[in-house]
């Protein structure tokens, strides 16, 4: 795989909130491809973060994709609202989803790129069925819900698995992974085929800034061997 077109998207749940649009500034001068919004309501997950204004107001301030990770147990009922809000792409998690491919039908309407998330759990083989209705495969590094947790090793097998079948079924599909990616993982996690890599404390969370962390994090990753 080419390592230059591995993609980074910092997830704003490690930002300091009090100067959100400066740190969002910093990852796009340092050359993040899209920005990770990570909501949750408390019932999916077992941790509340952030909405709608959240978004509102990053689209003031950045032109980068906003892509809206929804650990929420209703998804559908807020498509609009977020996409109202200037979001351009919805993250949506194979769990608890009784009609999952009605709420990727719903996304599509609305013109937003759509992703399928699996969490650590979760074999690869439910995304064979969905697989062409997906712009994006997110495979869970860590079970959901927070940030700076360690990376699940036993994940790495299951991003492999799921890099061949994007290889057979969907060629060109993203394959992104998120939790727990930091200068150690990022070269497994692209060696295993992953060409998006979400980052938070790793971004957001270190003390030379985030320019400097996105500088180490894309080095990390072009050091993967295939
Ligand atoms: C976890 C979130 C992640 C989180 C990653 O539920 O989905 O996006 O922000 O944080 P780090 O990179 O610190 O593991
Ligand atoms: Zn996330």
Request: aromatic share 4%; hydrophobic share 45%.
């Amino acid at each position: 795989m080419d390592k230059s077109i591995v993609k980074l998207a910092p997830s704003i749940l490690s930002a300091d909130f009090a100067h959100l649009g400066k740190q969002v500034g910093e990852a796009e001068q340092a050359g993040a491809d899209r920005i990770h919004v990570d909501v949750m309501d408390g019932h999916f997950v077992p941790n509340i973060s952030l909405g709608i204004p959240i978004v509102a107001s990053l689209r003031r301030v950045t032109r980068l994709p906003l892509e809206i990770h929804l650990m929420i147990s209703d998804p559908d009922f807020f498509l609009d609202e977020f996409t109202e809000a200037g979001s351009d792409a919805f993250l949506v998690h194979w769990e608890g989803n009784n009609n999952l491919h009605r709420t990727l039908q719903r996304v599509k309407v609305l013109g937003k790129r759509v992703s399928v998330v699996i969490n650590p759990a979760t074999p690869a083989a439910v995304l064979e069925e969905i697989l062409q209705d997906v712009d994006q495969v997110v495979v869970m590094t860590v079970n959901p819900g927070f940030g700076h947790q360690p990376f699940i090793h036993t994940t790495l097998p299951k991003i492999r698995r799921a890099r061949q079948m994007i290889d057979q079924i969907k060629p060109g599909c993203d394959l992104e992974v998120d939790g727990g990616i930091d200068a150690t993982t990022a070269p497994l996690v692209v060696d295993a085929g992953a060409t998006v890599l979400v980052a938070g404390s790793a971004i957001f969370g270190e003390n030379d800034g985030v320019v400097a962390a996105m500088k180490r994090l894309r080095a990390a990753a072009h050091q993967a061997t295939t």
